[in-house]
C-alpha cells in the first residue's frame, strides 16, 4: 500500500466532524444502517472534495459547463488522488434505452456495419444513422421503428356488444367526465345510446368508433337534482381516434397500458417487426443483419466478435476496411467482455433497458464506468453487488482486485458481508441513522469490526440471519390458503411457464442474475391483473426520453402471455408492483406529500380558530399552491442562482429562508408549530407530534417500522435512494390497512438495505402475509430466503439458458 487518505472534520449531513483514514491502493469497504452517513462519507465527502478541486483547477468559464459539484464541508482532505464515482441512480432509462445505449455500444455497433458490411451489389453506403430505428432515415415508414402496429378494431374497442353505449359499451373511451361527453354527444346527435351496440346499424357503429370527424355540437345534459348542469359546446372524437392520440402523445405509463386493450397489436407487415427500413436490413456483417445481432446473448456476440478478430490478426496487408473494422471489433469486444466478467452475458444488446432487473442495470452502469481503464484514481461504486447471485458475486470480486492490483483504491459502499469480508479494509458508521448516526464506529482491517459492540454490522458478521428476528417464535412455513395457477407464461426469457403460486404466504423467487426472476414477474403482474384483479403500480408514471439503441427505436411493449385461475380463498382483487423507482421527479414531491399524511396535516390546520378566522381552507398549506406558497421560490425552498462564469447553483430562498410558505401562511400554528417546522421534522420526531392525528400516525408509524424513522417529511423525492424509494411505497400501502385480498410483488427490495434493515423489512412482508395477502419477492437475499415460506429457483442457467422453475421448496 502507498499511503493513505486522511479525512479531517467531515460535516457533510449528519456527518458528527468525523475524522478518518483509509489506505490507498486497497479494497475498502464502508459499511452502516440506511441513513448512518456512508454515501455522506464517501461520495459527498471523499468524491465531493476531489470534484471540487477539480473544478478549481479549470478556467471560470468552463466550469459553468460543468455539473456542480456538492459542497463536501470537509475541513481538509489529505492524499486524494482524482476519482471516480457510480452512484446508484435515481432515475431510470427512458423507454428508448437498451442495454446497447447503456454500455455506450450501440453506436459502435451501427458503426461496424455501416463502415464495414456486406451491401448487395450496386447498394449505396449508407451512414450509421441508417441503422437505428430511432432516426427518419432508419426507421421502418409504416410501424416508425416500433416493429408492431396497434390497430383499434370494433372487437377491442367494444369487448361486450350486449352493452348500450349509455351502460360503457365503447370501453375505449375515457372514463369521468370526458367519456360522458361523447356519448352525450352522440345522443344529441340523434343515435340511440340505450339499445345493445350489437343492434345498432352497422354504418352508425364504424361512424362513433372510426371517423375522423370532429363535430361540435351543443349538448344539453341531464339535469342533477343537486346541481344545475348548464349546456356547453361539445367536440366529439371517435373511439379509435382517441386511443391513437392518447398512445402517440401520453407520457403515463399507466394510461398507455390502458390504451393498449384496446387496439390488436401484431407485427408490422412491412419490415415484419424488425423496425428498421429494407436497405439497412439488407446489409449484413459476418451473415447478420444487425437487429439479429443485437438479438444475440452478449457471449453469442463475443464469440462472432472474436472470430472475427483472429482472422483480422492473420491478414498481412489489411485493406483500409479492414483496419477500420479491426478497430471498432477490438473495441466492442473491450466492452463486451467486461460484461461476460460482471455475469451479464447473457443479456442482448437490443435488450430494453426497462426489461432488465435492477441490479442488472447497476452492472451495466458498472461496467461503462470501469471500461474507461485509468490508474491511480480511487474509484467509489454504490453497492455494486445489488441484485447479484453469490455465484456471480466471485466475479464482481475479482474485478474489484483487478483494478486495486492495477494501481487503484476502491471504495465501496457496501451491504453485502460476504463481499465486505472480501476487503482490505472496513469503515463502519453509526451508530443509528440520521441524527443518531455520523460517527466512525470503526476504521480498519475487517476482523476488528467484530469486537465493537456499538456497531449494527458486526452483531451479522459472523451470522447474518437471524430468523427469530424476522418470525418471533414461529418455526414452521404458513399453510396456503388456496393456490393461484399460472399456465403458460411468456415474457422475455420466460417462456411456456407453469406455475403454482400459493395464497397466503411469502414467496421468494431466486436463481443466478438473468435466470428470468424479473421477468416472471412482470408476466404475474400483467397475467394475473389482466384476469383476476385491478393493477395498481405503485410507480411514478411519467416518463423519460431516451437514448437510441442499436438498430432501436421506441421500444414496443412486449406483451405478457398466459392464464391464471385462483382457486381457495384469498384470491387478489388487487396486483401492486412495487419497485426501486422513483417516487416523483420533482422537489415539489416530499415524503410527507407521496403518503398522502400532509392531507390530514392540511385538514388540522384548516381547521384551527385562527385558519377559520382567516377563511383559509386546507389548500393553504400545501406549498404547492399559489396561495400558500412563498412567491419568491414558488413553494420549493431554494432559488437558482446564474453566474456569469461560474456554476450555476442552488441557494436557499432569501425571502423565506428555506420554508416553503409566505408569512401570511405561517402565522397559524397548530400546537405551537407552523407547517413549516413540521416538514422540518425527521419522521421519528412526528410520530409524537402527530399523534392525534390517525391517519398520519399510521403512515409514520409504518415508515419508522421499516427503518425510515430518519428522514425528514419534507425530503425531497429526488433525493431518496432507490431503496428508501420502495421502502416508502411499502410504507404507504401498509398505512392503507387493506382488507381485500392483494398480490404483492417486489423485484429485490432488500437493495441497499443493511442486514438490520433487511430483517426489519422482512418482518414487515410477513406481516402482510398475516393479513391475508399473497407476496411474491424476486431476491437472493439470504435473510429472505431463509424466512420465506415457500422458494421458488429460476434457472438453470442464464438467458435462454434460464426460464424455467427447476426447485419448489416450501
Known amino acids: 500500500m502507498s499511503g493513505q487518505i486522511e479525512v479531517r472534520g467531515a460535516r457533510l449531513h449528519n456527518l458528527r466532524d468525523v475524522d478518518v483514514d483509509l489506505p490507498r491502493d486497497a479494497l475498502v469497504a464502508v459499511t452502516g444502517v440506511s441513513g448512518s452517513g456512508k454515501s455522506s462519507l464517501a461520495f459527498g465527502t471523499i468524491h465531493g472534495e476531489s470534484q471540487r478541486r477539480y473544478l478549481d483547477s479549470v478556467a471560470p468559464y468552463a466550469r459553468r459547463l460543468l455539473h456542480t459539484a456538492v459542497d463536501p464541508q470537509v475541513r481538509d482532505v489529505r492524499g486524494l488522488p482524482p476519482t471516480v464515482a457510480l ?50 432515415l432508419g426507421a421502418c415508414p409504416v410501424c416508425g421503428g416500433l416493429g408492431v402496429v396497434h390497430e383499434p378494431t370494433e372487437a377491442s374497442m367494444v369487448p361486450d356488444d350486449a352493452l348500450s353505449i349509455a351502460q360503457g359499451a365503447v370501453a375505449a373511451w375515457p372514463g369521468a367526465w370526458l367519456g360522458k361527453n361523447y356519448r352525450d354527444i352522440v345522443a344529441t346527435l340523434g343515435h340511440d345510446i340505450d339499445a345493445p351496440w350489437r343492434e345498432l ?119 483500409a476496411v479492414e483496419q477500420a473494422e479491426k478497430v471498432l471489433v477490438e473495441d466492442l469486444l473491450g466492452r463486451l ?116 459492540e456499538a456497531s449494527p454490522t458486526a452483531a451479522y458478521l459472523d451470522d447474518p440471519v437471524h430468523v427469530e428476528e424476522v418470525l418471533g417464535d414461529r418455526q414452521t412455513p404458513r399453510r396456503w390458503t388456496g393456490t393461484l395457477s399460472l399456465s403458460g407464461l411468456g415474457r422475455h426469457t420466460v417462456r411456456g411457464l407453469d406455475l403454482d403460486l400459493g395464497l397466503g404466504v411469502v414467496t421468494v423467487l431466486t436463481g443466478v442474475s438473468g435466470s428470468g426472476k424479473t421477468s416472471l ?68 414531491s416530499t415524503l410527507a406529500t407521496y403518503t398522502g399524511m400532509w392531507d390530514a396535516v392540511r385538514k388540522a390546520y384548516a381547521a384551527t380558530p385562527e ?48 420554508d416553503r410558505f409566505n408569512p401570511v401562511t405561517l402565522e397559524v400554528t397548530w400546537h405551537g408549530l407552523t407547517v413549516a417546522d413540521l416538514l422540518r421534522m425527521s419522521v421519528r420526531e412526528a410520530v409524537a407530534a402527530l399523534a392525534e392525528l390517525p391517519a398520519a400516525g399510521r403512515a409514520l408509524r409504518a415508515l419508522e417500522a421499516l427503518g425510515l424513522g ?51 423489512l422482512a418482518a414487515q412482508l410477513h406481516k402482510l402475509a398475516e393479513a391475508g395477502h399473497t407476496v411474491v419477492v424476486a431476491e437472493h437475499d439470504a435473510v429472505m430466503m431463509r424466512t420465506a415460506d415457500v422458494v421458488v429457483e429460476m434457472g438453470p442457467g442464464a438467458g435462454d439458458d434460464g426460464g424455467q422453475v427447476v426447485r419448489v421448496e416450501s
Request: proline content about 6%.
Open 87 to 136: 452512484e446508484q441512480g435515481r432515475s431510470l432509462p427512458g423507454s428508448r434505452s437498451s442495454v446497447g445505449t447503456i454500455t455506450t455500444t450501440g453506436s459502435t455497433l451501427r458503426m461496424l456495419w455501416s463502415r464495414c458490411g456486406d451491401y448487395p451489389a450496386g447498394a449505396e453506403r449508407l451512414d450509421s444513422d441508417h441503422f437505428s430505428a430511432n432516426t427518419a
Open 201 to 319: 346499424p352497422e354504418e352508425t357503429r364504424r361512424w362513433i368508433l372510426f371517423t375522423d370527424e370532429q363535430p361540435v355540437v351543443t349538448v344539453v345534459p341531464t339535469r342533477d337534482a343537486e346541481r344545475i348542469n348548464r349546456p356547453y359546446q361539445g367536440t366529439f372524437s371517435s373511439a379509435a381516434r382517441y386511443v391513437r392520440r392518447t398512445l402517440a402523445e401520453t407520457k403515463s405509463a399507466t394510461s398507455r397500458r390502458r390504451m393498449l386493450r384496446y387496439v390488436e397489436t401484431r407485427p408490422c407487415s412491412t419490415c415484419g417487426g424488425r423496425r428498421l427500413r429494407p436497405d439497412a436490413l439488407a446489409v449484413t456483417w459476418q451473415g447478420l443483419a444487425i437487429d439479429e445481432a443485437a438479438g444475440l446473448a452478449v457471449s453469442a456476440l463475443v464469440d462472432v466478435l472474436r472470430g472475427r478478430a483472429a482472422e483480422l490478426v492473420g491478414v498481412a496487408e489489411p485493406s
Open 337 to 452: 467482455e467486461l460484461l461476460l466478467d460482471l455475469g451479464l452475458g447473457h443479456l442482448s444488446l437490443g435488450r430494453p433497458a426497462s426489461g432488465v432487473s435492477s441490479g442488472e442495470l447497476q452492472r451495466l452502469r458498472l461496467a461503462t464506468a470501469l471500461r474507461s481503464g485509468l490508474f491511480g484514481v480511487v474509484y467509489v461504486l454504490d453497492e455494486p453487488s445489488a441484485g447479484l447471485h453469490p455465484r456471480d458475486a466471485e466475479q464482481l470480486v475479482t474485478l474489484l482486485r483487478a483494478l486495486v492490483d492495477a494501481g487503484n483504491t476502491v471504495v465501496v459502499v457496501e451491504h453485502d458481508l460476504a463481499i465486505v469480508q472480501r476487503c482490505d479494509w472496513v469503515i463502519d458508521v453509526g451508530p443509528g441513522a440520521g441524527a443518531e448516526g455520523g460517527e466512525v464506529l470503526w476504521s480498519g482491517p475487517v476482523a476488528g469490526l467484530a469486537s465493537v
Open 521 to 588: 414477474l412482470d408476466a404475474v403482474h400483467d397475467v394475473v391483473g389482466e384476469q383476476l384483479a385491478r393493477i395498481e403500480d405503485a410507480e411514478a408514471e411519467d416518463g423519460e426520453p431516451g437514448d437510441e439503441a442499436a438498430g432501436g427505436g421506441v421500444m414496443a411493449e412486449e406483451r405478457s402471455r398466459g392464464t391464471a385461475r385462483a382457486s381457495g380463498t384469498g384470491a387478489p382483487t388487487r396486483v401492486v408492483r412495487i419497485t426501486q423507482r422513483p417516487i416523483g421527479r420533482s422537489p415539489r
Open 611 to 658: 385558519a377559520e378566522e382567516r377563511g383559509f381552507g386546507p389548500g393553504r398549506f400545501s406549498f404547492n399552491t399559489a396561495a400558500g406558497q412563498c412567491p419568491t421560490c414558488t413553494g420549493e425552498g431554494a432559488v437558482a442562482i446564474e453566474l456569469l462564469f461560474l456554476p450555476g447553483t442552488y441557494a436557499t430562498c432569501p425571502t423565506c429562508r428555506g
Open 710 to 760: 430518519y428522514l425528514t417529511l419534507g425530503q425531497p423525492a429526488t433525493e431518496l435512494s432507490g431503496g428508501e424509494a420502495q421502502r416508502i411505497k411499502l410504507a404507504t400501502e401498509l398505512q392503507k390497512q387493506r382488507r381485500s385480498p392483494t398480490l404483492y410483488l417486489f423485484d429485490e427490495p432488500t437493495t441497499g438495505l443493511h442486514p438490520a434493515d433487511v430483517h426489519r
